[in-house]
C-alpha cells in the first residue's frame, strides 16, 4: 500500500547536535509538511513544501531547516538542537490544495 | 494568520451518550475544515471534513456543522462506544501566498467509559 514513511523513528540526541529527520512517501502526492506534536499544544506546522522548488514557513519555524529533494522525500533538520525540540514530529502529505492529509507514523525526538 | 480554538480540551462521557467538540477559527478566507482522529500512540487519521458552501455533513454516526458567520464548527459523535475513545483535533485552512495549508487547534481528548 502506498504510505508515507519517517526514519528514524526514535531518536535521543545532545544539546548542540545537528540532527536530521526523514520523511519518504509512495503516494504520489505534491504536497509534504511537518509538524510537531507536544502535549496540551496539538498539531502545530513547522515548514510545508508545495513541489520540489517551494519551501514555506509555517508557525513555528525558527531553529528548524528544511529540504524538499524529491517530489517524494521531505527532510527536517535541527542545526544545534535544544531540550524544548523535545517532542513528536509528524510528516504529512496530500495531492492538491485543501485535501486530506495523511500522516507518517512520527518520530519521537528526545533531546538532552 | 489563522488562529484555531478548539474546546473542551478534555470530555468524558458514558457509551451510548453523545459528544460535541467545538472549534472557532480567525480567518474568513478559510473554506476547508477537516476534523483528525488519534488513537493512543498512533497517527492523526481524517475522520471527516466539511468545505465552506455547505453548513452540515454527517458519516455514520459522526456529524459535523459549520456556522460560517459566527466562524465556528463542530463535530458531533452519536451513541458512543468505547473505541471512540482518541484525541480529536479540528483545523482550519489556512489562505498563504504560497497556497492553502492547515492550522490545527490544540485537541480534545475524549474518554467513553462503558
Known amino acids: ?112 | 494568520g489563522e488562529n484555531v480554538e478548539q474546546h473542551p480540551s478534555t470530555l468524558s462521557v458514558q457509551e451510548g451518550d453523545s459528544a460535541v467538540i467545538k472549534c472557532t477559527y480567525s480567518d474568513s478566507a478559510s473554506n476547508y475544515f477537516p476534523w483528525y482522529k488519534q488513537e493512543l500512540g498512533k497517527r492523526p487519521q481524517l475522520i471527516i471534513d466539511i468545505r465552506s458552501n455547505v453548513g452540515e455533513k454527517k458519516d455514520q454516526r459522526i456529524a459535523v456543522t459549520l456556522n460560517k458567520t459566527a466562524k465556528h464548527f463542530s463535530l458531533h459523535i452519536t451513541e458512543t462506544q468505547p473505541e471512540d475513545s482518541a484525541v480529536y483535533f479540528c483545523a482550519a485552512s489556512m489562505v498563504g501566498q504560497a497556497g492553502t495549508a492547515l492550522i490545527f487547534g490544540k485537541g480534545t481528548t475524549l474518554s467513553v467509559s462503558s
Open chain 1, 1 to 112: 500500500d502506498a504510505d508515507v514513511t519517517q526514519t528514524p523513528r526514535n531518536r535521543i540526541t545532545k544539546t548542540g547536535k545537528r540532527i536530521m529527520l526523514e520523511c519518504s512517501q509512495t503516494k504520489g502526492h505534491d504536497r509534504m509538511y511537518w509538524y510537531r506534536q507536544d502535549p496540551g499544544l496539538g498539531l502545530r506546522l513547522i515548514y510545508y513544501s508545495f513541489d520540489v522548488k517551494d519551501i514555506n514557513k509555517g508557525e513555528i519555524s525558527d531553529g528548524y531547516s528544511v529540504s524538499r529533494q524529491a517530489q517524494a522525500k521531505f527532510s527536517l533538520s535541527l542545526e544545534s538542537a535544544i531540550p524544548n525540540q523535545t517532542a513528536l514530529y509528524f510528516c504529512a502529505t496530500s495531492e492538491g490544495q485543501v485535501r486530506e492529509q495523511f500522516f507518517g507514523p512520527g518520530t519521537r525526538l528526545t533531546v538532552l
